[in-house]
């Protein structure tokens, strides 16, 4: 490999780790793994032995695109697990700059099946917890490899086994092909998450040698993430590969209809002149994504396609076939100022009626004069500005909350967060936006400063979340001494711990508010 390259990563990964008390440890040595395809090396830096890029599929091109993932081939030499796989086919990145920063240049491909870990130890006796993060982006763009998701922290503070991993998105990986494509395509249903349940069969088989307990997978997320966390939920071949489940600010309640998914893989064919399907994997990967970020209409998700998935993931239940999975699901106050379409102008009086009109499609008028006085009533002393985002923002809370209470009602518990902790950057305009809690959960603030500013405050708040969630991870329950005692959620008391400067339970917070967007919901 290209050792400049290995040099800036090595240094990239020891300020990760950096100021974290493990100055016994080799600043850089390359430790060597076997797995059920060929060993692989990777850097151990500060204590933490670090592998990227390993492959856990076959390249995805030509007769492999569409169709569910193949094992990769055996390789015979040691294979350098030390710089990030490709992203998988996509448009370019459209993430609000304070996010963008912390992506990396990686390249895409479709051989991009591909797994990071980081680890403690190596020893198949230590049985850490694993942690697997599914990386945000809707279905349709992302990669595993941001500096947020960096996994080195938590495997040293917090004694787990981090993975992320890279999987296939938008046409590559969730055009239903069902009924369009004859016998050979049937199972061409839901590539992309099939892509993450052979991730966690790979997880299941290889990752004892890595320090890592199969028998303890927590599944984690973040919006796009959370909504393959989700599904993975109702997915009979996901059954037993996990044992836990972290949503974060996304749900997946119905998921897509066969006839839906089926027009939008009629319109990509006529868009590119495909008659078939073998003419639709033989358009050069460019080419595809072009047309796939040029028609209108398409929709790009899981589909209910009775088989790899029976049926809605949370509807109109959630699923009996992960009733024993502990969850642990939540959102930010402010999801909405994380797009970049959210205006921050001043709003008089009429504007915000109209902006609460627009986000609920309220009918009345008096609905909506209603549901203002109710908001001001819960926040005093905000801006309409504010009441308008933390409307649109609760409006985007409602199907986690709902997925919540569908959960609460199995065996298993969940544990409900509502996250407020405004930022700083921006001159504080984001607040508590879509992702900002990532580098708290991950114990990253320092690697993503663009989005969490450089306050001491951040630091005790990184500390007591990523300690819950590597709890967690570790037991199915979230409480640490240094957290206030954090109740299973139910419908009844809707126990939420407030994540902010100070901690809190809270029973049912905003209840009013919540109670007063159901009402204009069901009108």
């Known amino acids: 490999m290209n050792r400049r390259r290995f040099l800036g990563q090595s240094a990239i990964a020891a300020g990760i780790v950096a100021g974290l008390g493990s100055t016994s440890f080799a600043q850089s040595s390359t430790p060597v793994v076997e797995t059920a395809y060929g060993k692989v090396r990777g850097r151990a830096i ?29 390789w015979s030499t040691v294979l350098d697990a030390v710089e990030w796989g490709p992203e998988a086919p996509q448009g370019p990145h459209t993430e609000i700059p ?10 895409i491909s479709e051989d991009c099946l591909r797994l990071n870990i980081w680890t403690t130890s190596l020893n198949r006796n230590a049985r850490r917890p694993v942690m697997v993060w599914l990386h945000g982006g809707g279905f349709t763009s992302g990669s595993g490899s941001y500096t ?5 922290n938590m495997a040293h503070q917090h004694d787990v086994v981090m993975l992320s991993i890279n999987h296939r998105l938008n046409s590559f990986g969730f055009l239903y092909l069902a009924e369009v494509g004859g016998s050979q395509f ?19 088989d290889n990752i004892a040698n890595f320090g890592g307990d199969p028998n303890n997978v927590t599944i984690m997320g973040q919006s796009g993430g959370a909504g393959k966390v989700s599904t993975l939920m109702a997915m009979p071949s996901a059954k037993g590969l996990f044992h836990r489940a972290i949503v974060q600010s996304g749900a997946n309640l119905a998921g897509i209809t066969k006839a839906d998914a089926t027009r939008t893989a009629e319109a990509l064919m006529a868009r590119v002149g495909a008659k078939t399907v073998a003419e639709l994997q033989n358009v050069p990967m460019d080419a595809l994504i072009q047309a796939t970020l040029n028609t209108q209409g398409l929709t790009f998700g899981p589909v209910v396609d009775g088989k790899t998935l029976p049926g809605g993931p949370f509807d109109p239940a959630a699923p009996a076939i992960s009733a024993d999975i502990p969850v642990l699901i939540g959102t930010t106050e402010y999801e909405i100022t994380f797009f970049p379409n959210t205006r921050y102008d001043p709003l008089d009086d009429a504007a915000l009626r109209t902006a609460f009109k627009t986000t609920t499609r309220a009918v009345s008028d008096a609905d909506v004069e209603s549901l203002v006085s109710v908001y001001k009533k819960g926040r005093p002393g905000l801006t309409n500005l504010d009441y308008s985002l933390i409307l649109a923002s609760d409006n985007f809370r409602a199907r986690v909350i709902t997925q919540a209470e569908r959960k609460a009602v199995q065996k298993a518990p969940v544990y409900l967060y509502y996250f407020t902790w405004q930022s700083p950057v ?9 992702t900002v809690e990532i580098p708290f959960v991950l114990a990253n603030v320092d690697e993503a400063k663009s989005m969490t500013g450089t306050g001491q405050d951040r630091y005790a708040l990184q500390d007591r979340m990523s300690r ?5 991870a570790r037991s199915g329950n979230p409480n640490h001494k240094d957290l206030p005692s954090w109740p299973a959620f139910d419908a009844k008391t809707r126990a939420t711990m407030i994540f902010d400067k100070t ?10 508010e919540r109670l007063g967007l159901e009402s204009i919901r069901r009108a």
């Open 46 to 74: 500060n204590g933490v032995n670090a592998f990227q890029g390993i492959p856990y599929g076959a390249s995805t091109s030509g007769a492999n695109r569409f169709l569910p993932a193949v094992k990769p081939r055996a």
């Open 426 to 434: 921006r001159e504080g305009k984001l607040k508590s936006f879509h």
């Open 148 to 152: 947020m998701y960096n996994g080195a």
């Open 98 to 107: 304070e996010v963008a920063a912390t992506i990396p240049a990686t390249g």
């Open 186 to 204: 049937a199972n061409a249903s839901n590539a992309g998450i099939l892509d993450v349940v052979s991730a966690l069969q790979w997880v299941r």
């Open 503 to 512: 901690c809190k339970v809270v029973n049912d917070p905003y209840g009013a």
């Open 468 to 472: 819950a969630w590597a709890a967690f």
